[in-house]
């Protein structure tokens, strides 16, 4: 068995937040989100790292995060999400700016991935034993009968912001701790009493308990997860250049549903007690700055980070 290696995300702009925001820095000496996550993986036993990202930020990135993270003695790799990378006979509808979504991004990665691998967003803190459950599981599955996958799954009161809503995916799993299904929720806002999600813009909500699982997007997959997300991207593009070709985007919980309906795959879901950040918009960054910061001061990382 292959060691696994890490895939990082890092494609989209941050536009609530307005600004790159996977490289904005929340530690004393300069070091971003991404830096802690890097930092936490490799302690895991990660020794290689893929970096999704778009040919308009990879100069600000390589510099700004990549030759840090080349301190950490990790192989690094690129790849680059561009709204072009499509099937054949497909083209970007005008107007369409928005990227396709994080299984695209899988497949704008699919040449650097060629062993087990966890997935996570830049911009999101997910602490050291999430990293190290899924690289455990990683190094001791391979796929039999059926897929073997895993998440990291986070309390959705854990997860949201004081800020304004939030995308995440709800988590329904079996007695024996393994995902029966994940939805996406695009806008989920905390309220006074409670939280509640909207899919309509606003018009209506429903309420979600503060334990729900919810997916934070730190997933672990064998390459076969490459293979099946690019059998039925053309499906997806079919039904999303009618419904909403603008905006439409092809999502990891999608692909990962499908294949637990079609009993092709089955996903273990791990806990982690530690606790998530991220920044989602521009007030939340003292809340993460002041957590990073008592982290360190605890002895939890070194400052600075990469020496």
Same mark, same amino acid.
């Given at each position: 068995?292959?060691?696994?290696?890490?895939?990082?995300?890092?494609?989209?702009?941050?536009?609530?937040?307005?600004?790159?925001?996977?490289?904005?820095?929340?530690?004393?000496?300069?070091?971003?989100?991404?830096? @802690?996550?890097?930092?936490?993986?490799?302690r895991a036993g990660f020794?290689t790292v893929v970096f999704?990202?778009?040919?308009?930020?990879?100069?600000d990135f390589i510099s700004?995060?990549?030759?840090?993270?080349?301190?950490?003695?990790?192989?690094?790799?690129?790849?680059? /999400?561009?709204?072009?990378?499509?099937?054949?006979?497909?083209?970007?509808?005008?107007?369409?700016?928005?990227?396709?979504?994080?299984?695209?991004?899988?497949?704008?990665?699919?040449? /650097?991935?060629?062993?087990?691998?966890?997935?996570?967003?830049?911009?999101? @803190?997910?602490?050291?034993?999430?990293?190290?459950?899924?690289?455990?599981?990683?190094?001791?599955?391979?796929?039999?009968?059926?897929?073997?996958?895993?998440?990291?799954?986070?309390?959705? /009161?854990?997860?949201?912001?004081?800020?304004?809503?939030?995308?995440?995916?709800?988590?329904?799993?079996?007695?024996?701790?393994?995902?029966?299904?994940?939805?996406?929720?695009?806008?989920?806002?905390?309220?006074?009493?409670?939280?509640?999600?909207?899919?309509?813009?606003?018009?209506?909500?429903?309420?979600?308990?503060?334990?729900?699982?919810?997916?934070?997007?730190?997933?672990?997959?064998?390459?076969?997860?490459?293979?099946?997300?690019?059998?039925?991207? =053309?499906?997806?593009?079919?039904?999303?250049?009618?419904?909403?070709?603008?905006?439409?985007?092809?999502?990891?919980?999608?692909?990962?549903?499908?294949?637990?309906?079609?009993?092709?795959?089955?996903?273990?879901?791990?806990?982690?007690?530690?606790?998530?950040?991220?920044?989602?918009?521009?007030?939340?960054?003292?809340?993460?700055?002041?957590?990073?910061?008592?982290?360190? =001061?605890?002895?939890?990382?070194?400052?600075?980070?990469?020496?």
């Open positions: 068995m292959k060691k696994p290696i890490l895939v990082v995300m890092a494609a989209g702009m941050g536009s609530r937040y307005g600004g790159l925001k996977q490289i904005d820095p929340v530690g004393a000496n300069g070091e971003a989100i991404l830096d @802690y996550s890097l930092f936490d993986a490799r020794e999704i990202i778009k040919h308009e930020i990879e100069d700004m995060v990549g030759k840090r993270v080349e301190k950490s003695g990790m192989e690094i790799r690129y790849a680059f /999400q561009q709204l072009d990378i499509l099937p054949e006979g497909y083209s970007v509808p005008e107007g369409r700016v928005k990227p396709w979504g994080t299984s695209h991004a899988i497949l704008s990665a699919s040449k /650097q991935i060629d062993a087990p691998f966890a997935v996570i967003n830049a911009d999101d @803190y997910y602490g050291p034993e999430a990293f190290k459950v899924i690289f455990d599981y990683l190094s001791t599955h391979e796929d039999d009968a059926q897929y073997e996958y895993a998440m990291v799954g986070y309390q959705l /009161q854990n997860t949201v912001t004081d800020n304004g809503h939030v995308a995440r995916g709800i988590c329904v799993t079996d007695a024996d701790g393994y995902l029966d299904s994940v939805t996406e929720r695009t806008r989920i806002e905390k309220y006074e009493g409670g939280i509640h999600f909207s899919t309509d813009d606003g018009e209506s909500w429903t309420d979600v308990p503060g334990d729900t699982t919810v997916s934070m997007n730190l997933w672990g997959f064998t390459p076969s997860f490459v293979g099946e997300a690019q059998s039925r991207f =053309a499906a997806f593009l079919d039904k999303a250049l009618v419904e909403n070709p603008l905006k439409g985007e092809y999502f990891l919980p999608s692909v990962v549903s499908e294949l637990i309906a079609e009993n092709k795959a089955r996903v273990r879901v791990l806990t982690s007690s530690d606790k998530w950040y991220g920044v989602t918009y521009k007030a939340d960054k003292p809340v993460v700055m002041q957590a990073i910061a008592e982290k360190t =001061a605890a002895g939890l990382y070194p400052a600075p980070l990469w020496k």
